[in-house]
């Protein structure tokens, strides 16, 4: 049975009508992933030691288990504790749960690149913490390290796929619905890889707009 072009396009109706399913809970797990990352990073930058214990342990899990077993463990294993979630309710539990411990070390990495007198001028000026974090730290955080929360925004739109195993309707799911009945496996899911990588451009084409902005500004 040889490769059919054909069978991938015809493929492409269902598969587009899928790919909402995988950009919405993308886009809602990277922006809790950007929030839960950013008062991470807060938190662990007053270095608290018994916070950052805990914060390191769920760290170790979280960086040291792979994420289709986080899944697993947010859709099968709250229930057990009596918290049930739907499939994409648990998907999206995980995935930004997952990636806001990454945006956390992706920030605190670039955060010692602050000038320490900026901060000083700005308690100086009688600034509290918070505004000195919302108006001085984050802003220039968030632009010295947007190619990288970027590329970790792709990591999060294609762990989407693997939500396919708690039974949520996305691109790569309805592609192996579609082989199953036509009996050509290979081509849905083809037509499922060029999909997940147009979005993918996207979020990359938009990341590059930005930095190109910011550039513009700085000048």
Not at 187 to 205: D, H, K, Q, S, W
Request: proline content about 5%.
């Amino acid at each position: 049975m040889g490769f059919e072009i054909d069978a991938v396009w015809g493929a492409m109706p269902r598969l587009m009508n899928a790919v909402g399913v995988n950009f919405r809970i993308a886009m809602i797990s990277i922006l809790l992933a950007l929030l839960g990352g950013t008062l991470l990073t807060i938190l662990r930058s007053f270095k608290i030691r018994i916070v950052n214990a805990v914060i390191a342990v769920f760290m170790s899990f979280v960086r040291g288990t792979p994420l289709l077993i986080q899944i697993f463990l947010a859709y099968y294993g709250l229930p057990a504790l009596g918290l049930r979630l739907s499939p994409q309710a648990a998907g999206i539990l995980a995935l930004s749960l997952n990636s806001a411990f990454f945006v956390s070390e992706i920030l605190r990495g670039s955060l010692p690149s602050i000038e320490d007198g900026q901060i000083e001028a700005a308690t100086a000026l009688g600034l509290r913490p918070r505004p000195i974090w919302s108006k001085v730290v984050l802003p220039q955080l968030f632009r010295k390290t947007l190619p990288m929360l970027i590329n970790e925004a792709t990591v999060v739109l294609k762990g989407t796929a693997l939500l396919a195993v708690i039974t949520v309707v996305e691109t790569l799911r309805v592609a192996q619905q579609i082989g199953s009945s036509t009996f050509r496996p290979f081509e849905p899911i083809v037509g499922a890889a060029i999909l997940f990588l147009a979005m993918n451009l996207v979020l990359v084409t938009i990341g590059w707009v930005f930095e190109r902005r910011f550039a513009k500004e700085r000048r």
